[in-house]
């Protein structure tokens, strides 16, 4: 099977600015979900804490506070497998409202991964002001997944549980066995490569 560009790298190109308040908020509940939200309030900067806290559904926060936020979670160390569960818990809760519509549509026709890994753009655009994505079909149920100047994706907790992110769209998508795993860089926040596969 050739490889199929699915969608493209916008021509234009500026770093994140900003984060929608819904990744923190489920991030944030994900943490809690598995106790580790007291440590986490202990390592995030306290000039951030409040803040972070009071966010409110639907609005978005500028990069510093996502960049305090996740300075934390990277600092609780946690495992792989972990982060995988966690990222999986974030994807059901930010993807539950449009993305699961969709796939309720696309039952009658036939469901399949693709249909909501087409949704990566939109995701993207709800979740994250600037940066970009682009979504290559490598095989027939493999995929690779860019984001681009993303500054949070120096963070090893953010790149592996945002693999659970794009884990739990291809479950939604009736995808079995799944693995997303992020591919070697030096430079992660410049360009971060997931690469999918599924049976």
């Known amino acids: 099977m050739s490889v199929?560009?699915?969608?493209?790298?916008?021509?234009?190109?500026?770093?994140?600015?900003?984060?929608?308040?819904?990744l923190i908020q489920s991030s944030l509940e994900s943490i809690r979900k598995h106790g580790h939200y007291d440590r986490?309030?202990?390592?995030?900067?306290?000039a951030y804490r409040a803040r972070i806290l009071e966010t409110i559904a639907a609005e978005w926060l500028d990069m510093d506070l996502a960049l305090a936020h996740y300075?934390?979670?990277?600092?609780?160390?946690?495992g792989?497998?972990?982060?995988?569960?966690?990222?999986?818990?974030?994807?059901e809760y930010i993807q539950g409202t449009f993305v699961a519509m969709i796939v309720r549509r696309a039952r009658v026709l036939g469901l399949t991964p693709w249909v909501p890994l087409a949704q990566f753009q939109r995701l993207w655009d709800r979740l994250m002001t600037g940066g970009g994505v682009s979504l290559t079909r490598t095989g027939p149920n493999e995929a690779r997944a860019v984001?681009?100047?993303?500054?949070l994706a120096q963070f090893?907790?953010?790149?592996?549980?945002?693999?659970?992110?794009?884990?739990?769209?291809?479950?939604l998508g009736a995808g079995k066995n799944v693995k997303?795993?992020?591919?070697?860089?030096?430079?992660?926040e410049q360009r971060c490569v997931f690469r999918c596969s599924w049976v």
């Open 4 to 22: 199929e560009v699915l969608i493209a790298l916008p021509e234009v190109l500026r770093p994140v600015t900003a984060v929608r308040s819904t």
């Open 80 to 91: 792989h497998d972990e982060l995988l569960e966690i990222g999986e818990g974030v994807g």
């Open 71 to 78: 300075t934390a979670c990277d600092a609780l160390g946690l």
């Open 156 to 171: 090893g907790y953010f790149r592996t549980a945002f693999c659970g992110v794009l884990a739990s769209a291809i479950k």
């Open 40 to 46: 986490y309030l202990t390592l995030v900067a306290p």
């Open 147 to 151: 984001a681009c100047l993303l500054p």
């Open 180 to 188: 997303v795993r992020v591919l070697p860089s030096v430079q992660y």
